[in-house]
């Protein structure tokens, strides 16, 4: 297993344990995100992790888009999550080489940068849910460093907002959440 692929299915389970303590109550609740709820961000969330699993199933990059309907979250996240990692745990996977939604790349490559998306959106959820995210330090640091490397980009394609300043004396989860424009504080 690659450290890629370890951050990367870190980071899906720091997602999956935010999906977990989300009462059904507040799955409607106002998320960070403008004009999305928490539900709406799982929406998201499973979209382009679904995308994810069509490209490395299919072979052909898929561009990833919400899905239509998230009635029991939990279900579907699980489905989700349960497919992209079968997915990834084909022989050889990682080394396939690939024009994904970042450029040319192999699928190694493509998790890596992917990892900060399910780490931004438990936090999202979180906020919207009263939860915790507890988003690991390491996976911080290291989607700080990729996004800071391609945050033009980003913000240009409406992945990311703009930056703001984080809090005096922040850890390495509130920098990385201030770089792509969330309030840690």
Not at 139 to 160: C, F, K, N, P
Request: glycine residues 8%; hydrophobic residues 40%.
């Amino acid at each position: 297993m690659s450290l890629n692929l370890r951050n990367f299915t870190q980071a899906i389970y720091t997602f999956d344990a935010v999906v977990h303590r989300v009462s059904d109550e507040d799955w409607d609740n106002q998320s960070p995100c403008d004009e999305w709820s928490a539900r709406d961000v799982l929406k998201h969330q499973c979209g382009v992790l679904g995308a994810m699993t069509a490209t490395l199933v299919g072979g052909e990059t898929v561009p990833p888009e919400p899905i239509e309907s998230a009635e029991q979250p939990g279900m579907v996240w699980r489905q989700t999550r349960d497919a992209l990692l079968e997915a990834l745990d084909t022989p050889g996977i990682l080394e396939r080489e690939g024009k994904f939604w970042f450029g040319p790349m192999s699928v190694d490559q493509w998790i890596q940068i992917v990892q900060w998306d399910p780490i931004t959106h438990a936090w999202d959820i979180g906020q919207a849910a009263g939860i915790d995210a507890h988003i690991p330090h390491d996976l911080a640091e290291i989607s700080h460093q990729l996004i800071g490397q391609m945050r033009d980009t980003l913000a240009g394609w409406g992945l990311i907002a703009d930056e703001i300043e984080p809090p005096e004396g922040a850890d390495p989860s509130e920098r990385f959440l201030a770089l792509i424009g969330r309030d840690p504080s």
